[in-house]
């Protein structure tokens, strides 16, 4: 006779009571009750202590070697998986103690802001953890924007030091010859006549500086509420906003991250692995496949493999034929990131029928109501998960996995147990019925302590009862699954990279015959969307130049955003609009929906999926 699966309800008991790693207890913060993990470290720098020494000996990290421009020629075929170093937590320690040794000598203190702007790479985890070991506050830069917005960025947060890859380097280094600017020192993590490097620093023996390091003076304030992280989050105005954090606000996607595949196990009538069992298991290899500036990627996948000592296999840059290869060659155990990302692997021809893989997760991106059941086709053996959060809510609020997933494609899930999920009417804020689509709000110890410099957009984003808006359409059902409707925001989300419109439309109206523009979302059956716009031209140009008006044509148009933008923000379509205004309300406010219609139209008839593609290999 088969056992009668567990309810909901008597999961979360199980998975929650006293003695469970996902233990909760109610703590005050900020004059709020909230529901906190019981057994959270109390900070990164615990955390990241105990866990590197427990894992002391297993490899770490697996990256490219660094490569200077240009590029050596490689064989037809390769694509140079081999060129990789490989590092233990051990190592990566011992380099972060050194780096954070110095780091003090310069004058980083605990609560500073340090800049971490590059690649994903080992140097970025060695800076990670040498700032976190100080207690500072490891501010993680995009390194794909143009130069301008890197330094707003920079500027905005207040930093006191900047650690950067070869090519940020490059492009930032003329600023340290015009004091005017005001940009804090900047050190590059490799050798380069750009800047300074701190290579030096992390092979020299400062025993002294390690131990006082070790020995955590100075850091007696250090506690779950400090600041802890600080990422980037756009908007609908386009301005980028520094999300800070506390400490005990960005470590619990750590366990939170946890919750779906824990519920699901117990739903499916399996145990959950006690820690030594999960010790004794051979050690599993994640891909990383995006930026570690993302929250992602660094709070979920990097903070995955910190707890359960995974090798965390780096790419630098995103390339299907690449992924395949260390799939094999690593013995890959766990994919994802964004939909787009599990997809393309799913369909690649290359990837062998039969894997290492055993864990599909993702989420950041809109997917398709049949991935699914698609991946579970595919990878019948691994475990599949998705979650809904944003950079504001330091990752996962919301997940779902298992059975549970399959039987409910088109939801994101249930809320971990330490957030909360409302449906609001978007103009009056008030809580709507279960089934009704409205604003979802959430609340819990993982959102966000505040916009940093921004405290008018904080003030709009978080009530007085902690609740944050996250500018997303959804509703629950009766069973309190969410389900992602549509977006308020006009971000266009391509490939996981959120691409605000209002830093397209800025883009292209410098251009000096654009007259006014809006920048729309495409469809995109791997990246899910990509950017294209809808524009009128000034009355003194026409596409075609007759009327001794100037000639301006599409291309024109987007080879003067090439360097205005960040690659993944160019429009791959802009259509000159053939009416002397674009399509506006009885208020006079343009119509996207009626514009984003006929673009899509246009976009199909050109079969711009060949098109987009092109541009996805850039």
Same mark, same amino acid.
């Given at each position: ?5 567990? $309810? ?36 990164? +720098? ?9 894992? &002391? ?50 004058? %980083?203190?605990?609560?500073? &802001?340090?800049? %971490? ?25 995009? !390194? ?70 070790? @020995? ?13 992280? %600080?990422? =980037? ?13 506390? /400490?005990?606000?960005?470590? $619990? $996607? ?50 995955? $493999?910190?707890? =359960? ?19 094999? &060659?690593? *013995?890959?155990?766990s994919i994802g990131g964004v939909p787009a990302i599990a997809s393309q692997i799913m369909q690649s ?47 996962? !609020? ?5 059975? @549970?997933?399959?039987? +409910? ?16 009417d978007p103009d009056t804020l008030k809580e709507v019925p279960v089934g009704q689509k409205g604003v ?15 405290? &008018? ?5 978080? @009530? @007085? ?67 294209? !716009? ?6 003194? #140009? ?6 001794? *008006? ?18 993944? #923000? ?5 259509? %000159? ?26 976009? !199909? ?9 092109? /541009?996805?290999?850039?």
């Open positions: 006779m088969s056992k009668k699966q567990l $309810s909901i309800a008597e999961c979360h008991r199980l998975l929650s009571q006293p003695g469970s790693p996902l233990e909760t207890e109610e703590k005050v913060i900020f004059g709020r009750r909230t529901k906190v993990w019981k057994n959270q470290a109390p900070h990164f +720098r615990e955390w990241i202590l105990l866990n590197y020494e427990k894992h &002391k000996n297993k490899i770490f990290v697996s990256a490219p070697l660094p490569r200077r421009e240009p590029y050596p020629p490689l064989a037809e075929g390769d694509i140079g998986i081999d060129a990789r170093e490989y590092w233990t937590f051990g190592e990566i320690l011992d380099r972060g103690l050194k780096l954070a040794a110095w780091l003090r000598s310069r004058g %980083i203190k605990l609560g500073d &802001k340090v800049v %971490i702007g590059g690649k994903n790479c080992a140097p970025w985890i060695v800076s990670y953890t040498a700032i976190h070991l100080l207690g500072a506050v490891p501010v993680c830069l995009n !390194a794909w924007l143009p130069r301008e917005q890197l330094v707003y960025l920079i500027k905005l947060v207040d930093s006191k030091l900047l650690l950067l890859d070869e090519d940020r380097a490059r492009i930032l280094s003329p600023y340290t010859r015009i004091p005017e600017f005001g940009l804090p020192p900047m050190y590059c993590w490799s050798d380069t006549t750009y800047l300074p490097s701190i290579i030096e620093v992390l092979s020299t023996p400062n025993p002294q500086g390690v131990q006082d390091i070790l @020995d955590g003076g100075g850091l007696e304030e250090l506690g779950p509420e400090s600041d802890g992280m %600080i990422f =980037f989050s756009s908007g609908t105005s386009g301005v980028p906003k520094a999300v800070l954090s506390t /400490q005990r606000a960005s470590l $619990s $996607s750590a366990l939170s991250g946890m919750v779906g595949f824990a519920r699901a196990l117990l739903r499916a009538g399996l145990p959950i692995p006690t820690p030594e069992e999960t010790a004794a298991e051979p050690q599993k290899a994640i891909l990383l496949s995006v930026p570690l500036f993302h929250v992602t990627a660094c709070l979920q996948w990097l903070s995955r $493999s910190i707890t =359960f000592g995974n090798t965390l296999v780096v790419s630098d840059k995103w390339d299907i034929k690449e992924a395949v290869q260390l799939i094999q &060659k690593e *013995k890959i155990t021809p290359d990837l062998p029928r039969y894997t290492t893989i055993d864990g599909v997760f993702y989420g950041g991106a809109p997917c398709s109501k049949g991935l699914a059941s698609q991946i579970s086709n595919r990878f019948p053996n691994a475990d599949l998960s998705q979650g809904y959060g944003l950079t504001e809510t330091n990752a996962i !609020a919301v997940s779902i996995a298992g059975q @549970d997933y399959l039987d +409910r494609p088109e939801s994101t899930g249930l809320p971990v147990f330490t957030s909360e999920v409302k449906i609001a979802i709000l959430l609340r819990g110890v993982n959102v966000m302590k505040c916009y940093y410099n921004n405290e &008018k957009a904080t003030r709009e984003a978080i @009530d @007085d009862e902690g609740w944050f808006n996250t500018g997303d359409v959804g509703c629950l059902d009766e069973e309190g699954f969410l389900y992602m409707k549509d977006r308020i925001k006009d971000l266009i989300i391509r490939g996981g990279e959120n691409i605000a419109s209002q830093d397209v439309e800025n883009a292209l109206t410098s251009h000096p015959h654009v007259d006014e523009v809006a920048a729309i979302a495409l469809p995109h059956p791997i990246l899910g969307e990509t950017v294209g !716009a809808a524009l009128t031209l000034r009355a003194t #140009a026409s596409e075609t130049g007759k009327g001794g *008006k100037v000639k301006v044509t599409e291309d024109d148009i987007i080879k003067h955003v090439r360097g205005k933008l960040a690659k993944h #923000a160019v429009p791959v379509m802009v259509m %000159i609009w053939k009416e002397l205004d674009l399509p506006r309300n009885v208020n006079g406010k343009i119509i996207k929906r009626k514009i984003r219609d006929i673009a899509r139209e246009e976009w !199909a008839r050109r079969n711009g999926i060949k098109q987009v593609d092109e /541009q996805a290999k850039m």
